[in-house]
């Protein structure tokens, strides 16, 4: 592995021209890197930083820990609406602790007096633990161990809660989530060779994110931040789960919308995920240069941001008032595949024994989302008043709602359910409901919460709400009861007359 700067170094590199200035270290910083900063020591350190720049509380864990914010510039982020909103968030997972150390180290950067040109044109809002409960933990779930980052549709864990209000809040523009994988896993040992990029960098792939955002990341914002990260001394791929060759098939990022990505990414959103590597102790192992990596990667995005704010903007404002006012009658996908174009992916390896690199030209490599079955997303849903459940989701994911609509000008059609059927989804194998619809006959208006398709949320909307979607929230153990033994499904769905 090639690390040809100390954190000293790169830091001193990242603030050329910045006034030499006493901040404060992060917690880990100034222990060496030996141990992680903890909980309590990250909120010592925030409130030492509220002197550079806000410090919010926007939310709790489920053991009752704050979640922070971080916001730039003091005093007026938020107040320009012309400026770019970029979000950075670490730590959903909490044994992936460089992601935290990495936006701690980000925030010491930023408080120095250097960036003032930056925050002319960027407010910033950085969040350095999703999950402070695992993080103290150093788990991978929170406390109710829930995957945090399986949670973004059905936003049943306080910590996914607090980080979705507080987008709704704020109209982001670019989001980055931060984590780390492991390349030590038993079928990577037996293999021989293992992953050895130190930053990996994914864009969005659910096929229903418009076009012009997906490729605008792939095609320039990756290899702009994946240029900055190598010009610093660190290695570098495209974020590309799976193998090892031979063994599994290699893709890039799940399309499912409840990974932090894709769900921000489906409301018009330029968002992204950056993993380090994370230690061969999945704890404290090489800790230094796993934060200072990261922290390249970051800085790489914010440069990106900066020097692109104006396309930026326009792209997500484009795509927002798309989704806002076009979703109705719009093709929305329901099932889709990892595919192959006869791509062979020339794969950067380690020799495990050796250390010495290698390349591996991977021919089954599935770089292509393909849709298999799409539906015409209709004027809106109508969701049973009775039904708590669906309630208390409609809340929490902020949906916009209609008092009325003219029965009159509506068709209103039910699901019946006549069997299931199995799919392949990210290999898994799961079972969805064969529906056909019908007529729904008789029924009062007055029971139901009218969601119209178009707003924001509309495409995560068709997606959670069409019973024959493979990422619906039917495919929840939580909401099963929606598809199974039964004969119809209780969400009913209104279409303009033609
Ligand atoms: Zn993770």
Redesign the pocket.
Known sequence: MKHFFTTACLLFALATGARAQSLPATPAQSEGFKTISEYGEIVAFLNEISAFADVRVIGSSVQQRNIYAVEFPKGSFGKDTGKLKVLIFAQ??GN?QSGKEAVLLLISELSKPGYRHLFEQIDLAVIPQINPDGGELNQRRNAKSTDL?RNHLILTEPETQSLHAYFDRNHFDMTVDV??YSPFGDSWMKYGYRKNAQVTFGALTNYNIGGNIRGFEKKTALPFVMKEVASKGYTTFEYCPGGPPGVDYIRFSTFDINDGRQSFGSQGVLSFIQEGMNGEDMFTDNLEIRATSQLSGLMGFLRFAKENSVEIRELVRQERALISSKTEGSEVCIQAVHKSDGTILPLPLVNIRTLKDTTVNVSDFRPVVHCLKNVEAPFAYLIPKGDKMLVQWIETMNFETLSKIKKGKFNFSTKQITGFYSVDFEDDTIQLPQTVARPSGKFNLKEYIILPVNQLKGRIMVQALEPESMISLATYPQFTYLTENRSIYPILTVSRKK
């Open positions: 959903q997972h992936e980052n984590h780390e």
